[in-house]
Every structure is written in C-alpha cells, then in structure tokens.
C-alpha cells in the first residue's frame, strides 16, 4: 500500500502563489500516476492535475491550466503542485491520490489510495 500525507496548504491574498507536497511512503513512488484533487464546502470533489507514473505525461483541470504545475520527484518520494495567481475560487481542501492505472487520471475512481487533505483559502 501506499501513504499519503499533503502539506503546504495555508492562507494566501488573491494572485499570490503556494506550493503544496504531498509525501509518499510503502511502495515504489515511481510505480503510480499521481494527481491532485481538491474540494470545496457543498461542492463535489474535483479534478487539478495529474502526472502519469515513468512517462511523467501531465494533464491539468482547464480552470488551472497556466496557472499550476505539478511535478514529481521520485527519488524523494514527493509530488508538487505549484499553485500561482491563485483566485478566491480556488479555496478548497486538496487532496493528493495515487494509482496503479495510467488511463482517465482526472477521474476520482481510478485512484486507490488517498492523502488526509491540506486547506488552501484565498482571500480576495
């Protein structure tokens, strides 16, 4: 199995920046697709970014597109996201997920393992 535990979260003005890890343990960091989710109160779980496992093929939600980027450093086990010109809109708990599949990454089910959450809040 895999662990996952997010850090970084906190609160940030609108269009500052915040880099969120999430630190992976158990298995082969390398051997899973990673991606990033977050949810807002009443809303339903969404999908960020993913980073697909060796090839490192990357795929981001379009209301963050040019705006984040996740990265992944295997040999320290940790997955990024860097979060620039953040908006109000953006204020969530995030999540960071692991899979063993590579296909449909911005689909929640396709996930097997969960990290706790981190807040983000961005104030405008």
């Known amino acids: 199995q895999v662990q996952l535990v997010e850090s970084g979260g906190g609160l940030v003005q609108a269009g500052g920046s915040l880099r969120l890890s999430c630190a992976a343990s158990?298995?082969?960091?390398?051997?899973?697709?990673m991606g990033w989710f977050r949810q807002a109160p009443g809303k339903e779980r969404e999908f960020v970014a993913g980073?697909?496992?060796?090839?490192?093929?990357?795929r981001y939600a379009d209301s963050v597109k040019g705006r984040f980027a996740i990265s992944r450093a295997d040999a320290k086990s940790t997955l990024y996201l860097q979060m620039n010109s953040l908006k109000p809109e953006d204020t969530a708990v995030y999540y960071c997920?692991?899979?063993?599949?590579?296909?449909?990454?911005?689909?929640?089910?396709?996930?097997?393992?969960w990290g706790q959450g981190t807040q983000v809040t961005v104030s405008s």
């Open positions: 997920a692991a899979s063993a599949k590579v296909a449909y990454i911005n689909v929640p089910d396709r996930y097997d393992y």
């Open positions: 158990g298995r082969t960091f390398s051997s899973y697709t």
């Open positions: 980073i697909t496992k060796i090839a490192g093929n990357t």
